[in-house]
């Protein structure tokens, strides 16, 4: 199914240009300098979860990309989109015994609803597969055999929890407990949403399985690992180079991961376990991390052979660009470890990852209580899904940064910007000349078509990186300077008089070539306009290029209704609907749907209600009262740092004290004693970052010389709480 719109049969005939329109065209010699004449372009949006139907969040990545394949196709590059359902793992073999039917009828149903949901949004793949299929068991066995060839897979015994009341080992995310950092209770086993701490399920304090409510018991198994390590020399040079990546990410990988010895990934799971055994290892299953990313080559061999492709030219081959879209939890399994699959098993390194921050809805996490949490059925339900586009489009930009829909801007954008400036300029012309056509002669306009056809390269240049939300600004404002002229000119005035009617007639040619204009630039955002154009104005719409060139001497079809403005009460019923939907039961890992192997919600985490603000009582600040007020520069003498404790141990005698050794960066070491022993065990200290008074007159105590003070809350003995910067941080940095 290539649903390529060149391909796509012309229902009229091309219209002829015109001739004696002088028309400048060294921009499009530009744009073509810039962009190759025919890329041959493989895109992938990651796997949703077929644990879940696919909500507001996800859609940001999926109508990232699908524009972005618009976008080239409309450029005349050769593109294929593949997606597909993840369907391994624990969470899928829990629920279909929950249901009491297969893994198979469960996965199959679930394919269908996402497949549904997808369409609904003009999202269009040319497959759409499944991680369940016999292609991708058949690409697993192929990149297994290349990491084994590559020395890359190594045997060790690993401690899991273990549900003897269900009978299957524990994912991170079926365990709860106690957060070992921050005590903080319900926290998954992988880690914690209050302190952001990340940590193995065994380290839960009190932990339960989510499944039967039964308390874990230690078990040990031998799992496979591909030990990453051997390949740093080319994951540094594959992330710190050739633009692959965005540079913040880039950044972020050589900081958290390529600065220290890199851990090797565990790969396997012992039965039961929904995927796909292991052929040279009976009784252990690839883990669901491990086939999700494969079936975006598995899928695209299902493509190729449906359509008689070759597959080494798009997989195996420099013909072929690979670009992968997904949203930032899943970076480093896309930028660390599939890289290396890739390599070690012959195949095409990606030319791209884009990776896209997270959705929050009126500046908060999604919520299901607040009605937040919008799935994409319901939402189709209430309100056109070319609003949702355009409105991601205009929020879209190449960095990590979350984006926000706040739902108040969403009906004011849309209706200010959608119907007010571009299906405004049709409604208020095509009328006019439904009975004459657009004129013979492209009348003279005062120069607007041709700055705006101008304009191409550079809304195109946008596109191309992702930056939709320049794109956006760029139509907008060619947009802006349409509706001045069609006010000036005001044609409905006009045609109250009969002697100007080819006055009328020319008015609308130059507005309706504007709005024609503009839906080239708009039509990977929005398909449907560009269909509607197609036939009220017989032209295309299927090449970029088409922006170049006025319409001229064709007729114009009866004006259908575009698009109608967003009424608050459409979004309110949709919110109202999916509060509704959301049982205080719905939350936790069977019910969020998940992009890529079932790990944290891609769309963005789901907040719950229990945790709010008001839950936090007023003891701590009454228990010690707020200092009294000091100026900037008293406070700016207090130099914090970002440290690393790279040692810490007991101090013998000593009843509260550890000895802490901080790094602040290259050779620079602090010898701290801090109060925390009750608190915290040296093995959980090592390798962490914490904040640092690095200014401090040194101390003398019994033990030794104290050179500065890690900073903490709490009350004291096991009630002390480290502090510590975000993810990004580096020793030496100081805390302003
Ligand atoms: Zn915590």
Known sequence: MLTDAIAEPLTAPRPTTADHFAFPTDYRLLITAYYPPMRQILVTSALPYANGHIHLGHLVEYIQTDIWVRFQRLMGNRVAYMCADDTHGTAIMIRARQEGRSEEAVIADMQAAHTRD?????????????????????????????????????????????????????????????????????????????????????????????????????????????????????????TQTGDHLHPDVSK?????????????????????????????????????????????????????????????????????????FLGKDITYFHTLFWPVMLKAA????????????????????????????????????????AYLRYYYASKLTPKLDDIDMNLDEFVNKVNSDLVGKVVNLASRSARFVEATGLAAKYPDDGGLFASAAAAAGEIAAAYDACDYNRAMRGVMALADQANKYVEERAPWNLRKDPARSAEVQDVCTVALNLFRQLVVYLAPVLPSLARQTRELL?????????????????????????????????VKAMIDESREEAPPSAAGPTTSATTGAGTAPAGGPVSDASVSAAA??????????????????EFAKVDLRVARVVAAEQVPKAKKL???????????????????????????????????AANLAPRT????????????????????????????????????
């Open 118 to 238: 997808f369409a609904g949004f003009a999202v269009e793949f040319d497959h759409y597969g499944s991680t369940h299929s016999a292609a991708n068991r058949e690409l697993c066995g192929l990149f297994w055999k290349g990491l084994r060839a590559a020395g890359l897979v190594t045997k060790r015994e690993v401690t899991q929890l273990y549900d003897p009341k269900a009978g299957t080992f524990l994912a991170d995310r079926f365990v709860k407990g106690t957060c070992p950092k921050c005590r903080s209770p319900e926290q998954y086993g992988d880690s914690c949403d209050k302190c952001g701490s990340t940590y193995a399920p065994t380290d839960l304090i009190d932990p339960v399985s989510t499944l039967s409510g039964a308390t874990p018991e230690l078990k040990v198994a031998d799992h496979l690992f591909i030990t990453t390590e051997q390949m740093r020399p080319f994951l540094n040079e594959w």
């Open 252 to 324: 972020w990988l050589a900081a958290a991961f390529l600065s220290e010895p890199l851990r090797d990934w565990d790969v396997s799971r012992p039965a039961p376990y929904f995927g796909f055994e292991i052929p040279d290892a009976p009784g252990h299953y690839w883990y669901v991390w491990f086939d999700a990313p494969i079936e975006y080559v598995a899928a695209t061999a299902e493509w190729c052979a449906a359509h008689g492709e070759s597959f080494d030219k798009w997989w195996r081959s420099d013909a072929t660009e690979v670009h992968h």
């Open 346 to 385: 012959g195949f095409s390194l990606p030319r791209m990852v884009h990776i896209h921050g997270f959705l929050t809805v009126n500046g908060e996490k999604m919520s299901k209580t607040k009605g937040t949490f919008v799935r994409a059925a319901t939402y189709l339900k209430h309100l056109n899904p």
């Open 538 to 570: 017989n032209c295309p719409i299927a090449r970029w290029d088409e922006s170049q060139t006025p319409l001229i001497g064709t007729k114009v079809n009866r004006f259908e209704h575009l698009m109608k403005r967003v009424e608050e009460a459409q």
């Open 616 to 633: 936090d009582g007023p003891e701590p600040l009454a228990a010690e009262p707020l200092a009294p007020t000091i100026t900037f520069d």
């Open 658 to 692: 550890l000895r802490l050794t901080l790094s602040l960066g290259g050779d620079e070491r602090r010898n701290v004693f801090a109060g925390i022993k009750e608190a915290y065990t040296p093995e959980q200290l090592v390798g962490r970052l914490v904040i640092c």
């Open 701 to 736: 105590m019994t033990f030794g010389v104290s050179e500065g003070m890690v900073v903490a809350s709490g009350p004291g003995g096991a009630e002390v709480f480290l502090l510590s910067p975000d993810n990004g941080a580096k020793p030496g940095q100081r805390v302003h």
